[in-house]
């Protein structure tokens, strides 16, 4: 008879537990949109300075926006805030650089060691 009890006890003790688990989890935080919109004028520069070179065929920069757009921006407003950025970024370095010549690859490394400076403080905002 006791072990009917226990066994009732538990029953009733683990219950609630289901119920707790299906509990939504908190959303993830979000990196600043300053440093987010900054590490998309970037890509549009180096974007840029891809396609002046190698013609619109080169996606390379353009990929890695369409991906940073997926993880902090699949919509709304802040999606919009980086398009904006991004196309303010290339137009900027299009009319910088409106040709191919032997510079590119260094204007494209500066560029893309701008892009990993704010990537990685992007990186660091979700650990603090």
Known sequence: MSLRILFVAAIAVLAPLPAM???????????PIEMVADLAEVLGR???????CNGDTDSTWRNYMLNLMAIEAPSGSRRAALTDAFNRGY????????????????IEA?????????ADAIARSYLN
């Open 110 to 118: 500066s560029i893309a060691r701008r892009g990993r400076e704010l």
């Open 91 to 106: 137009r900027g370095q299009n009319r910088e650089t409106s040709a191919c010549n032997d510079q590119m690859p260094r």
């Open 21 to 31: 688990a299906q509990d939504p989890a908190p959303p993830l935080a979000s990196a």
């Open 46 to 52: 180096a974007h840029a300075v891809r396609t002046v």
